[in-house]
């Protein structure tokens, strides 16, 4: 693993299930992030985590959850999907917040 | 009102020339920073430059360099000698300290770049 990587790299799923975006990195970074980018939209913070075992709501937290067990895996749950869900999701980490943060290739998400 | 603005949803640019991409912020934090991101195609955001609000020079990247206008609350990329491979989408994004304690940084909605050939 070099950097950070995502997975899956594109999913399709059916309103209502319960899904699991996988983001790790292997640069020991503290904060982590995870972003949505619609058209028009640019990227809008779902939820972030400065430091493992704690984690914090960004922009548009509802529908989603987020953990933080340890330094290099932060999940994103979407517990009962929903078609406004789809997306492409953008998981990040900077060494600090106040750094520059370092992107994953991204997850499309079609919620039919 | 947007904390990050950029009005040129598209530009078009000749090889090897210069093109500015425009950005303006509003925040009142006095400390800050700001950031541009490419997005190519392929879709993944690559950094390319950084300027906090208390550096009294201009950041410098290469090809890539930023007119920050402190007053102006603006912060323009200027990419020099355009090549076609800088065909993208570019963002301008804001951190400020948030009053929850983390680092928040706010994304523009983007301007398409195409260079010509």
């Known amino acids: 693993i070099a950097g950070i990587t995502q997975a899956p790299t594109s999913q399709i799923l059916a309103a209502g299930r319960r899904m699991t975006l996988r983001c790790t990195q292997d640069?020991?970074?503290?904060?982590m992030y995870w972003y949505r980018q619609d058209l028009g939209l640019g990227l809008r913070l779902i939820h972030y985590?400065?430091?493992?075992?704690?984690?914090g709501k960004g922009e548009v937290p509802d529908g989603y959850s987020v953990s933080r067990a340890n330094t290099d895996d932060f999940p994103l749950t979407l517990a009962s999907a929903v078609p406004s869900q789809t997306s492409v999701y953008f998981c990040?980490?900077?060494?600090?917040?106040?750094?520059?943060?370092?992107f994953g290739q991204g997850t499309r998400l079609t919620v039919v | 009102a947007q904390k990050i603005t950029q009005t040129q949803p598209g530009m078009f640019v000749q090889e090897k020339e210069a093109v500015t991409l425009d950005c303006t912020y509003d925040?009142?934090?006095?400390?800050?920073?700001l950031f541009w991101y490419k997005q190519p195609s392929s879709g993944e955001m690559i950094f390319l430059i950084y300027?906090?609000?208390?550096?009294?020079q201009n950041a410098t990247e290469g090809r890539y360099s930023l007119n920050f206008q402190k007053a102006r609350k603006s912060t323009n990329l200027v990419i020099s000698a355009s090549q076609l491979g800088d065909s993208a989408m570019y963002f301008c994004?804001?951190?400020?300290?948030?009053?929850?304690?983390?680092?928040?940084?706010?994304f523009g909605t983007g301007t398409k770049l195409q260079v010509i050939p």
């Open positions: 990040a980490s900077s060494p600090r917040g106040d750094t520059e943060a370092f």
């Open positions: 640069m020991r970074h503290n904060a």
């Open positions: 985590s400065n430091t493992a075992g704690t984690t």
């Open positions: 925040t009142s934090d006095q400390s800050y920073g």
């Open positions: 300027q906090g609000s208390y550096d009294e």
């Open positions: 994004a804001m951190r400020e300290l948030t009053t929850g304690g983390y680092q928040k940084v706010t």
